[in-house]
């Protein structure tokens, strides 16, 4: 029982019904109660119209065949007269003048009344209702002329207005539960559907196809399952992607550093060849170390807990030092490293993030030129925001690539990865240093003929 009343659609029929049935409700007995009062009055104004009527021809001509002309006009409806002198003596009336119209006549005859009234008017549980109608003689009081009508009417009417509504409530019924089929077709089973879809993905089956349900709240909630699953099957093929790419760049540093310390500890190795085997090893752990240390700024990243702390501070004793440190490495492979910065002004950053990026942009610069290049690093200041320029003159990016260089562990050159050094990190860990700034930065590359960098912070 629990288990079918945890049913969204069941749900949604309770609720639903429930709240029609008391809106009908309500809305159905005010509408009853007003067509039955409102043809209740009627009733009562065609019985005191129909006395006033009668009265004022008796007015007109006061003689006993008049009033045997009125009780045999009322002779064959469901009306009855009783026309009295003034001491409520009966003077004449209609045929089955019973002890119920005697009771009534004489339940008012002691208040004398002087107007037309309805001296009767409890249909529900008297057999008719009635209206008093005084008349005068040369000026005077004479009597009065008591119009009886039987309730059968009203009380046939009620029965058939209570008929035709209780028939009403049904047909709302019966078409309240063809709403509800509607209803669980075209809103329950959609939302079934994107049930069985996210448990398939809580289970990591990510194929998951969920037909298209226009541009409502269901649609985009469809779409939202449907982007979802197709960015956690993306995020699985990175993931295996990144592992694997991961994998690959550590078990070639460690192959060499395993090798190569192998050939190192060879007893019969002389001093020369052994400082070669040695070196390799040291480069190989240089590399090592660089790798791991980009996959945790990586993972830092990833699990927003890296900080960007801006300040103001001058950018030319910023950018000069950067170059300081950076050019002995560029000498080294014989690459010429230029500084074009403006000389006053000031940078909104975190010095520690731009560092970083900085250096990833000329460590990127300095991997991928050859020597007798040249390499520049340019800052300038423009509408307010600082712009950084590294231009080199290296084996440059295929323009197919220039989308995706920030994605981690891409290389432009994957067959020539040995020979360059790159492990594919550095561009994404700038990315994300970039726009964590809340900057920007784009690439411009020619095959072969190098690359611009233009960060814009």
Same mark, same amino acid.
């Given at each position: 029982?629990?288990v079918?009343?945890?049913?969204?659609?069941?749900?949604?029929?309770?609720?639903?019904?429930?709240?029609?049935?008391?809106?009908?409700?309500?809305?159905?007995?005010?509408?009853?109660?007003t067509?039955?009062?409102t043809?209740?009055?009627?009733?009562?104004?065609?019985l005191?119209?129909?006395?006033?009527?009668?009265?004022?021809?008796?007015?007109?001509?006061?003689?006993?065949?008049?009033?045997?002309?009125?009780?045999?006009?009322?002779?064959?409806?469901?009306? $009855?007269?009783?026309?009295?002198?003034?001491?409520?003596?009966?003077?004449?009336?209609?045929?089955?003048?019973?002890?119920?119209?005697?009771?009534?006549?004489?339940?008012?005859?002691?208040?004398? *009344?002087?107007?037309?009234?309805?001296? &009767?008017?409890?249909?529900?549980?008297?057999?008719?209702? !009635?209206?008093?109608?005084?008349?005068?003689?040369?000026?005077?009081?004479?009597?009065?002329l008591?119009?009886?009508?039987?309730?059968?009417?009203?009380?046939?009417?009620? +029965?058939?207005?209570?008929?035709?509504?209780?028939? !009403?409530?049904?047909?709302?019924?019966v078409?309240?539960f063809?709403?509800?089929?509607?209803?669980?077709?075209?809103?329950?089973? *959609?939302?079934?559907?994107?049930?069985?879809?996210?448990?398939?993905?809580?289970?990591?089956?990510?194929?998951?196809?969920? *037909? *298209?349900?226009? =541009?409502?709240?269901?649609?985009?909630?469809?779409?939202?399952i449907?982007?979802?699953?197709?960015?956690?099957?993306r995020?699985?093929?990175?993931?295996?992607?990144?592992?694997?790419?991961?994998?690959?760049?550590?078990?070639?540093?460690?192959?060499?550093?395993?090798?190569?310390?192998?050939?190192?500890?060879?007893?019969?190795?002389?001093?020369d060849?052994?400082?070669?085997?040695?070196s390799?090893?040291?480069?190989?752990?240089? $590399?090592?170390?660089?790798?791991?240390?980009?996959?945790?700024?990586?993972?830092?990243?990833?699990?927003?807990?890296?900080?960007?702390?801006?300040?103001?501070? &001058?950018?030319?004793?910023?950018?000069?030092?950067?170059y300081?440190?950076?050019?002995?490495?560029?000498?080294?492979?014989?690459?010429?490293?230029?500084?074009?910065?403006?000389k006053?002004?000031?940078?909104?950053?975190?010095?520690?993030?731009?560092? &970083?990026?900085?250096? =990833?942009?000329?460590? =990127?610069?300095?991997?991928?030129? +050859?020597?007798?290049?040249t390499t520049?690093?340019?800052?300038?200041?423009?509408? =307010?925001?600082?712009?950084?320029?590294?231009?080199?003159?290296?084996?440059?990016?295929?323009?197919?690539?220039?989308?995706?260089?920030?994605?981690?562990?891409?290389?432009?050159?994957?067959?020539?990865?040995?020979?360059?050094?790159?492990?594919?990190?550095?561009?994404s860990?700038?990315?994300?240093?970039?726009?964590?700034h809340?900057?920007?930065?784009?690439?411009?590359?020619?095959?072969?003929?190098?690359?611009?960098?233009?960060?814009?912070?």
């Amino acid at each position: 029982m629990c288990v079918f009343m945890n049913k969204i659609s069941i749900k949604m029929a309770i609720y639903f019904i429930v709240t029609f049935l008391i809106m009908e409700s309500l809305l159905m007995l005010y509408l009853h109660q007003t067509i039955v009062h409102t043809r209740i009055d009627e009733e009562f104004s065609q019985l005191v119209s129909k006395g006033s009527n009668h009265r004022d021809i008796l007015e007109d001509n006061y003689t006993e065949d008049t009033m045997r002309h009125i009780v045999l006009m009322e002779s064959d409806s469901m009306r $009855r007269v009783v026309i009295t002198d003034k001491e409520f003596n009966m003077m004449i009336s209609s045929d089955g003048y019973s002890s119920n119209l005697k009771a009534v006549v004489n339940r008012i005859s002691s208040q004398k *009344p002087n107007k037309d009234q309805v001296i &009767q008017s409890n249909w529900e549980d008297e057999d008719f209702i !009635a209206s008093l109608h005084p008349y005068q003689v040369n000026g005077e009081q004479a009597g009065y002329l008591i119009l009886f009508q039987s309730t059968e009417t009203i009380q046939s009417l009620v +029965n058939k207005l209570d008929f035709h509504f209780l028939l !009403a409530g049904f047909a709302s019924l019966v078409s309240l539960f063809v709403v509800y089929l509607i209803l669980s077709r075209f809103l329950t089973r *959609p939302l079934i559907r994107m049930k069985e879809a996210t448990e398939k993905l809580s289970k990591g089956n990510f194929n998951v196809k969920l *037909p *298209p349900q226009g =541009n409502d709240e269901l649609g985009d909630l469809s779409n939202s399952i449907q982007k979802l699953a197709s960015d956690l099957e993306r995020v699985k093929k990175d993931r295996i992607e990144f592992l694997a790419s991961i994998s690959h760049e550590l078990r070639t540093p460690l192959t060499y550093l395993s090798g190569y310390s192998k050939v190192a500890m060879r007893a019969e190795l002389n001093g020369d060849d052994r400082q070669k085997y040695l070196s390799i090893i040291d480069e190989e752990s240089i $590399r090592l170390t660089e790798l791991v240390k980009n996959l945790f700024d990586l993972a830092k990243m990833d699990e927003t807990s890296f900080t960007v702390s801006k300040q103001s501070f &001058q950018g030319m004793p910023f950018f000069s030092h950067l170059y300081e440190r950076m050019l002995p490495s560029f000498n080294l492979k014989n690459i010429h490293l230029e500084l074009n910065c403006a000389k006053s002004f000031e940078v909104f950053a975190d010095p520690l993030r731009l560092e &970083q990026i900085v250096v =990833n942009l000329l460590d =990127n610069a300095l991997k991928y030129s +050859n020597e007798g290049t040249t390499t520049s690093l340019e800052v300038t200041r423009i509408n =307010n925001k600082t712009v950084i320029q590294v231009i080199d003159q290296g084996i440059g990016i295929h323009e197919e690539n220039h989308e995706i260089i920030f994605e981690k562990l891409f290389r432009v050159e994957k067959s020539r990865s040995r020979e360059y050094g790159g492990s594919g990190i550095g561009l994404s860990i700038v990315k994300e240093l970039v726009e964590a700034h809340g900057g920007s930065i784009e690439v411009e590359s020619t095959l072969g003929k190098g690359s611009k960098f233009t960060v814009v912070i």
